[in-house]
Every structure is written in structure tokens, then in C-alpha cells.
């Protein structure tokens, strides 16, 4: 079953003609779950907006006042990537109720998995800062709510920019196990292999940054070599996606060389992760090719539900062994100095 927050016709964050992060992004998302026949029998969650509780667990209360009265006046440029207006801020207030409204979805039905294909996206807010297109931390704000139930939470965050917001949030937080595979050098410039947590969650942070060139058996060889380890010894509840398309060969903002094939195998590894049925949340951030993003979220999507849908093959043979072996080998290092 797929459960899916996604609420365009209430979008109202207009960044310009011109940007990248558009509102068809999420138009092409959702048509991605048409073609392999799970539009149909979605079941639509209702819209909702994050409220001030939840996000404070993850946002000061001056940022939150402070983004919220330069919107409701007007907006404008919060830097040089990152606009909003006037309807910014309710937009952004449903796409963190979406990512909370997935997770109370899933812990009721106990089965399935939950797309919240909204925007804007959210891995590089900080506690107190918008940047790179976003505005509040819609992934954050989802596991801070799980953590406050008492699960244990992964983000795993494939979108081709680090994370560098989820990674500030949780970085010194036991409760969730953070996971970047993503491209080096690139904005923001964060995300080295020596990032690894603070003092209480030392190991929790974990980053394979890759070369411009990687292709999809990269990032597989990650996640098997670096991050599966790491899963294993902190055994999450919950796995939480950030759910980044800008890794695929078409983005016109980055490098890698991925297909939706790629997408559909990360997304195997993700749903072998979680513990149970029912516990895998796919929250939309970047991605800027539309095709890219409606073939790439179909194949997510149809991946983590079984179905037998690859519209781009698997792609191999890119650079990056050699990065996957520094993280495999550092992150080994790390586990025998705790043993």
C-alpha cells in the first residue's frame, strides 16, 4: 500500500520562472507513480501543517518568527539561491505536516510505505538557518517526532548535495543514525568522511562523499560497504529517505551519473534497512530534471512495493571505488577504536 502527502494545488511558494526549484517538480513526481499503476490505489493523506511544538524540536523559535514574518511581508532574496514570498511559509508548513502526516500514516497501518512529494525541500535547513532552497528541515522534523515516541531513526539522504542541516541537527543526538552518499566537491561544501558525530554520537554520522562520473554500482558498493555496517549495530525503528533525484545523469545542477534503475536498487537496500513493513517514509528534495524525477520516483516507489517497473537500466562502471574504500575504511576504524 502506498500512502502519499502531496498537496500542489496548495502550493504558493513561487521562486521565479527561471529556478530551479519549481512547483512542476512535484507535478512530475506524482506523474511518476502513473505510469507503473500506483497513482490509482494510493491512499491520499489528508493536507496538514506542522505545528509550532513540532517544529521546535528541530528549529529555534527565533528563526521560525523571524522566516515567518519576512514571508507574510512580502519575501524576498534569503540568499542568493534560496526566495521566497508571501505564501512561502504555508507551503513550507505543509511540506513538514506532510513528512509527520506519512509517519503517523505508516504507525497506524503498520504495512506499506509513504511518498510526501512536496516542496520546498528541507536536508540543508539548519536549526537556525534557510539555504539552498530550503526553508524548514521536513526530514528533521519528521525523525525528531519519531525520536520523541521513543524510536530509533535513519535518514538516508542520496540526494547529490549533502545534508549539511539534517547532519547539524542530529549531530550529536544517540537516536538517529545519519547517512549521506553524495557528490565531492559540490554545494555546500560539507560532508567529508571524517564527520562523524559529536561526543554522544560518535559513529552516528556517517558520509561517502563521491567523484563527479560515479554511477549507480558506486553508490550501491556505499551503502553495502559503509552504511549497512553502521545499520546493523544501530538498528533503526524507522528509515527515513531523503529522497534527493539530482544524482541522476540528466540533473543539470550536478555530476553523477545515475539512472532511475540506480534509484530503484538504493531503494531495495533502503527497504532492507528497516526492520518491519511499514517503516519506510520517502520525502522528496532535490532533483531539477522533471523526466529524471518522474521516472526516478516512479521506480523508488514501485521498488520499495515490489513491482516490476525499470524504465532506465542500472548504470557501472564510473569512478569512485576508491572513495567508497577511504569511508569503508575509516568508518572500520572508528567501530574498532569503540570496541
Known amino acids: 500500500m502506498l500512502y502519499l ?76 539561491d534560496t526566495v521566497v514570498r508571501e505564501g512561502s511559509w504555508d507551503t513550507a508548513l505543509l511540506a513538514a505536516g506532510g513528512a509527520l502526516a506519512a509517519v503517523d500514516a505508516l504507525a497506524g497501518a503498520r504495512e506499506g510505505v509513504a511518498l510526501v512529494a512536496h516542496r520546498p525541500p528541507g536536508h540543508h535547513a539548519s536549526a537556525d538557518q534557510a539555504m539552498g532552497f530550503c526553508l524548514l528541515n521536513n526530514v528533521a522534523v519528521a525523525a525528531a517526532a519519531l525520536v520523541a515516541r521513543g524510536e530509533r531513526v535513519m535518514v538516508l539522504d542520496w540526494d547529490v548535495h549533502h545534508g549539511n542541516g539534517t547532519q547539524a541537527i542530529f549531530w550529536d543526538d544517540p537516536r538517529v543514525l545519519y547517512a549521506s552518499v553524495h557528490q565531492w566537491p559540490l554545494y555546500p561544501g560539507t560532508g567529508q568522511v571524517g564527520a562523524v558525530g559529536g561526543p554522544n554520537a560518535t559513529g552516528l ?47 543539470p545542477l550536478a555530476q553523477l551519473e545515475l539512472s532511475a534503475g540506480d ?72 567501530a574498532l577504536g569503540k570496541a
Not at 554511477?215 to 531523503?242: H, K, M, N, Y
Request: aromatic share 4%; with cysteine; charged share 25%.
Open 263 to 334: 534509484f530503484a536498487d538504493m531503494a531495495t537496500r533502503a527497504k532492507d534497512f528497516a526492520p518491519a513493513p511499514g517503516r519506510v517514509v520517502v520525502v522528496l528534495e532535490g532533483g531539477y530534471d522533471l523526466d529524471a524525477v518522474r521516472l526516478s520516483t516512479g521506480s523508488v516507489l514501485a521498488s520499495l512495493l515490489g513491482e516490476p517497473y525499470r524504465p532506465e537500466r542500472a548504470t557501472s562502471g564510473g569512478p569512485g571505488k576508491e572513495a567508497v574504500a577511504r569511508a569503508a575504511a575509516a568508518r572500520a576504524r572508528l
Open 5 to 80: 502527502s502531496a498537496s500542489p494545488e496548495l502550493d504558493h511558494h513561487q521562486t521565479g520562472a527561471r529556478h530551479p526549484e519549481r512547483p512542476e517538480r512535484v507535478v512530475a513526481a506524482l506523474q511518476g507513480l502513473e505510469e507503473p499503476g500506483l497513482a490509482d490505489g494510493a491512499v491520499r493523506l489528508v493536507p496538514r501543517r506542522a505545528t509550532p511544538d513540532e517544529l521546535l524540536r528541530v528549529h529555534t523559535a527565533a528563526y521560525l518568527t523571524s522566516l515567518e514574518e519576512f514571508c507574510l511581508t512580502g519575501g524576498g532574496q534569503l540568499d542568493s
Open 205 to 251: 554520522t556517517l558520509n561517502v562523499p563521491l567523484p563527479p562520473g560515479a554511477t549507480g554500482d558506486i553508490c550501491l558498493r556505499a551503502l553495502d560497504e559503509v552504511v549497512a555496517p553502521a545499520v546493523q549495530a544501530f538498528a533503526p525503528s524507522w528509515v527515513l529517505i531523503s529522497c534527493g533525484f539530482d544524482a541522476h545523469r540528466a540533473d
